[in-house]
């Protein structure tokens, strides 16, 4: 199947390999994926839904996504296929919450889709802050009716916070230093722009550490917005909602692009792929066999010419799942 990159200038990463992984589970009921239900849970500027709606005539969609700008990008872009879309404001943890209020009815999933961290769309709208290689406000919000911005962490967390915070969610190993370094900072001007935090860290990180791993702010950056969006705290909740969301037979595909969202998931779906009989016993117990069974050997990455094509699925990191038992 061939795939463009839309009327948005975005390809989606790995579209082609995430309709092979679902679609056994959405064509269960018919070749057009008639009677089957895909939840997006990543909406973004809906270059996935797109590529599935396009290959199944029959599918029904929902999509979520928190950022009403995104809602609209993807309404547009999906109006054609109007008929089989609903598309919900919320969280990915609102996984259930979408379910039971659509009018889907069996209130189960065939598929699930998740593409996570910051969408290209994001990025490429500068007044959102999102990224370090132009001056913006100092914002990072994927809701924009937040309260919390990067501004307000940068600003306002103690140095011992900012230090953790820049550790864990970035693995940057100068956080002390860039932690100290923004205190210092903020005490004679608060930070409101991107340019000034990035400026800071040029100052911050030592020269011979700046020539290698890539742009200095990278790690500072997905710190922020990770702990901005509480996106670690939001995927240990959506996957087990969107897990138990499946209908037997039922597919689910995660992208991943960093090591700490890849933890999560493979955790995740370690424990949902594990014998449920209790250790030690010489069989497995009727009923008690693993939920579900791996689509994937660990993670999958992209090629070399899907990267060439399309470089942000450089990072990525694919796993899937399948809901052990019949269709329904």
């Known amino acids: 199947m061939e795939r463009r990159s839309g009327d948005h200038g975005h390809i989606p990463v790995l579209l082609d390999r995430c309709v092979e992984l679902l679609k056994p589970a959405l064509t269960r009921h018919s070749s057009s994926g008639e009677g089957a239900l895909l939840v997006d849970a990543t ?16 599918l029904r969609l929902i999509g979520l996504d928190r950022d009403p700008d ?23 943890d609102g996984i259930a ?3 039971s209020e659509t009018d889907w009815r069996t209130g189960k999933a065939d598929g699930m889709l998740f593409d996570l961290g910051v969408s290209s769309m994001q990025l490429d709208r500068t007044e959102r802050g999102f990224s370090y290689a132009t001056d913006a406000p100092l914002d990072m919000r994927m809701d924009p009716d937040a309260e919390l911005t990067a501004a307000d962490v940068v600003n306002t967390y103690d140095q011992k916070s900012l230090t953790r915070l820049l550790r864990e969610f970035g693995d940057e190993r100068f956080a002390g230093r860039i932690a100290a370094a923004l205190v210092r900072r903020r005490t004679r001007q608060p930070f409101r722009t991107t340019g000034e935090l990035v400026e800071l860290l040029y ?25 901005v969006n509480g996106e670690l705290d ?12 499946l209908a037997p037979g039922g597919r689910i595909a995660v992208m991943a692009y960093q090591s700490l969202e890849d933890r999560i998931v493979k955790s995740a779906f370690a424990a949902a792929t594990a014998s449920r009989t209790p250790p030690g016993l010489p069989v ?27 470089p942000r699925s450089a990072p990525v990191r694919l796993r899937a799942l399948e809901k052990v038992g019949a269709a329904r």
């Open 97 to 99: 919450t979408a379910l």
């Open 284 to 310: 497995e117990l009727p009923g008690h066999g693993p939920e579900f069974v791996a689509l994937t050997r660990g993670a999958e990455r992209a090629t070399p010419e899907e990267i060439e094509r399309n």
């Open 234 to 245: 939001s995927l240990r909740a959506a996957l087990p909602a969107a897990l138990s969301a």
């Open 70 to 92: 995104a809602l609209w990008i993807a309404g547009e872009r999906l109006s054609r296929f109007a008929d089989r879309v609903t598309l919900v404001r919320t969280r990915y």
């Open 203 to 227: 100052q911050a990180i030592p020269a011979p550490a700046r020539r290698t791993g890539g742009h200095p702010a990278k790690r500072t950056f997905q710190a922020l917005r990770i702990a």
């Open 43 to 58: 909406l973004g500027a809906g270059g996935h839904a797109e590529g599935f709606l396009t290959e199944l005539p029959g």
